[in-house]
């Protein structure tokens, strides 16, 4: 129990990691895209001003007679730091003229070439003067005489880094409602599992101590591949139990089969030991034992016929063309001395090119119990049709005796099922012939039917594989 328990917590863990790591890293790459994409959107609209303001302080520049004058002016207006240089590319004012140092590299920057040769040109990058990341945008005019305006990225990177934490909190949000909803849909996919669990457990306890009609287990169970899953547990269950059933059943019907006739011997031979009879008594009652033994020993042999035919491999079955117009005058003749004793008569009436496939001695041993019923009951009449239907070959046994009343119909091939349970067992019946019947015939794949109306008659119906047209076998 607690393994179970251990091993189902297990699986709801690991659909809850699977779950929340997909959440974690969805999450992620959002926050790293739209904070990679504001910083480039931001950082473009302020080159873009900067562009602009510079293209107006080009104007005025060209105007301008003292630079380094004009350079602080602009710089005032802009909000910027501005550099002015000339023809050459050298520097001629600068707003923050004091801290220009190293003039030739700012001639040199990628900006000022870039705008000397295109017109305009922008970069950003660290600057040591400003202690920060700069964005630099120069414009210059055909001459090469341009303007170079600056300014820090911190405002861009304080709006990026404000938005980036807006986004984490919100993450941070939506991860409490995915664990929440994580917990609730592991828990809904692992409830199945769970009665799945419980429904093994109960099979295996109910199989373990015995008590088969304790495995059935009967739970609705959710409408997806896990609850068809449990359905198959459950149907499994009721399959074990109803087999364990039919197993009592049979084992009881069984014991009152045998003990019936053994203790009519016990009976009959006890007298026959500790009383004194005479010489005809005797010979009676040695005729019943001797009798009752024999219904024994039909029995044990119907059953052991019965269980080997159950296991018989499918592969080592006999499948041979067998001529049903012989193997029905041959059992008309086998049982030639019951039915003159009972003052039947049987017709066989079956074309010759009623050619079934399967085992010869199965074949006969069906009509064999089929005829030897028929003569039990019928009146007079017996017939024993056969011809080919289709791809079958159908034989029917008719009689015209008492019939069966239609309630017996269905349980009729049943083992030990007897319609009249006396009279069979009088006639020394064991109650087996047509569980055999429909054995064998289901065997060699086909099947059987019976017909019957009451006052009138009984008619089985046996269909068999018959042999191709094409292949008639040598008689
Ligand atoms: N032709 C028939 N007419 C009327 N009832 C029949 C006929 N064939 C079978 N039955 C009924 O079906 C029951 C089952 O038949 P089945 O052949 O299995 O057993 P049985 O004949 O009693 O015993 P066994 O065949 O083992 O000697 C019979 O007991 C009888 O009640
Ligand atoms: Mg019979």
């Known amino acids: 129990m607690r393994r179970m328990f251990r091993t189902f917590r297990t699986f709801r863990a690991k659909l809850l990691v699977a779950f929340l790591g997909v959440v974690v890293v969805a999450e992620g790459l959002t926050v790293l895209a739209l904070d990679r994409a504001l910083a480039a959107s931001l950082q473009s609209q302020l080159a873009r001003r900067l562009e602009d303001q510079a293209r107006g302080a080009l104007d005025w520049v060209a105007q301008g007679r003292h630079k380094a004058v004009v350079a602080g002016r602009l710089a005032a207006i802009t909000a910027t730091r501005v550099t002015l240089f000339d023809e050459r590319g050298a520097v001629v004012g600068d707003s923050a003229s004091d801290r220009v140092v190293d003039v030739a590299a700012v001639t040199g920057s990628p900006e000022i070439v870039a705008a000397r040769r295109d017109g305009v040109g922008r970069d950003a990058r660290f600057d040591a003067q400003a202690g920060d990341a700069v964005l630099f945008v120069a414009v210059a005019a055909s001459d090469g005489v341009g303007v170079r305006l600056a300014t820090p ?19 941070a949000v939506v991860f409490v409602l995915a664990v929440v909803v994580a917990m609730a849909v592991a828990r809904l996919l692992a409830r199945p599992l769970s009665a799945m669990r419980d429904t093994a457990q109960t ?15 009967v739970d609705e169970g959710a409408h997806d591949e896990l609850g068809d899953l449990q359905r198959s547990l459950q149907s499994l269950s009721s399959q074990l139990s109803q087999a364990e059933a039919r197993r009592r059943e049979f084992v009881g019907d069984l014991s009152h089969e045998i003990g019936t006739p053994v203790a009519a011997i016990q009976g009959y031979s006890e007298t026959l030991l500790h009383a004194a009879v005479d010489d005809a008594t005797r010979a009676e009652f040695v005729g019943v034992i001797h009798r009752h033994a024999g219904r024994i020993t039909r029995l044990v042999d119907d059953l052991r016929f019965l269980s080997t035919e159950e296991s018989r491999p499918r592969a080592l079955r006999r499948r041979e063309p067998v001529r049903v117009a012989d193997v029905a005058r041959h059992v008309k003749r086998a049982l030639q001395p019951r039915t003159g004793e009972a003052g039947a008569h049987v017709d066989v009436i079956v074309a010759d090119d009623t050619v079934a496939v399967g085992d010869p001695d199965h074949v006969e041993r069906v009509l064999l119990n089929l005829v030897d019923n028929a003569v039990k009951y019928a009146r007079g009449g017996i017939v024993v049709r056969g011809r080919r239907e289709g791809d079958h070959v159908v034989v029917i046994v008719e009689d015209d005796g008492p019939g069966i ?17 006396g009279r069979s067992r009088a006639a020394g019946g064991t109650g087996l012939g047509l569980a055999i019947v429909r054995r064998l015939v289901v065997d060699m794949g086909g099947s059987v039917d019976v017909q019957s109306t009451v006052g009138q008659g009984t008619r089985f119906v046996v269909a068999l594989p018959s042999l191709d047209t094409g292949s008639a076998p040598a008689s």
């Open 203 to 217: 099979i295996a306890q109910a199989i373990t101590q015995g008590r088969y009609e304790a495995a059935v287990v």
């Open 405 to 421: 009343p239609p309630e017996h119909l269905p349980r009729l091939f049943e083992r030990f099922y007897r319609v009249d349970a």
């Open 153 to 171: 990225l911190a405002d861009v990177e304080s709006a990026v880094a404000l938005v980036r934490r807006r986004l984490l909190a919100t993450s």
